[in-house]
Structures are given as structure tokens and as C-alpha cells.
């Protein structure tokens, strides 16, 4: 069982930065290939990010210089990074891992708005 929790999500302005969390149980969080899924009302769920355990990294497109995926293996923790955002960053985030089976974080809400 993996338990994913996001967190720091919020209201930003266009051109802002915010940094996401995304903590995780278990004591082979190192082992774990983790992504961040954005997902807006009536749209499907994207891949904005994905780190792998050896920490490759890879993004969307429309995301690429934007924004910067990281992990922390002792502290069991993902970070995105968001810099530059815009109002089409605008979603709830989610975080997501496979061990076994798929595992999704309650998500966290971003808003960019002026």
C-alpha cells in the first residue's frame, strides 16, 4: 500500500512561481518512478512531469522551461517546481506511482489569476 499526499497548491498570479509537495509512504520511496497529473473539469487527466528512480526527468510540452520536477529520497518527497506560471496552469494536481498497482494523491488546486 502507498499513500501520496500533495500538498502546496494555492492561488498565484500569472508570471509566479509555486513549489507542489508530493509525499509518499514506504520505505522504498527510492524505488518508486513518480509523475504530477493536472486535470481540469470536463478534461482528461495529463502528464505535466515524471521523474524516475534513477531521477530522469521528463515533462509536457507545455511545460518544458517552465516548470522542474525534483525528489528528495529522505525526506520520501516530490517537488514541482512551478515558475512562470499561467492562467492555463490553472488545475488540480495530482501525483501518481506505480508499485504493484496504480496509486493517486487526493490532489491539490492551483490557481493562476490575476
Known amino acids: 500500500q502507498v499513500q501520496l499526499v500533495e500538498s502546496g497548491g494555492g492561488a498565484v498570479q500569472p508570471g509566479g512561481s509555486l513549489r507542489l509537495s508530493c509525499e509518499a509512504s514506504?520505505?522504498?520511496?527510492?524505488?518508486?518512478?513518480i509523475s504530477w497529473y493536472r486535470q481540469v473539469p470536463g478534461r482528461q487527466r495529463e502528464l505535466v512531469a515524471s521523474?524516475?528512480?534513477?531521477?530522469?526527468?521528463n515533462y509536457a510540452d507545455p511545460v518544458k522551461g517552465r516548470f522542474t520536477i525534483s525528489r528528495d529520497n529522505a525526506k520520501n518527497t516530490v517537488y514541482l517546481q512551478m515558475n512562470s506560471v499561467k492562467p492555463e496552469d490553472t488545475a488540480v494536481y495530482y501525483c501518481y506511482t506505480f508499485w504493484m498497482r496504480g496509486y493517486w494523491g487526493q490532489g491539490t488546486q492551483v490557481t493562476v489569476s490575476s
Open positions: 521523474i524516475s528512480s534513477l531521477g530522469t526527468t
Open positions: 514506504g520505505s522504498i520511496f527510492s524505488m518508486y518512478d
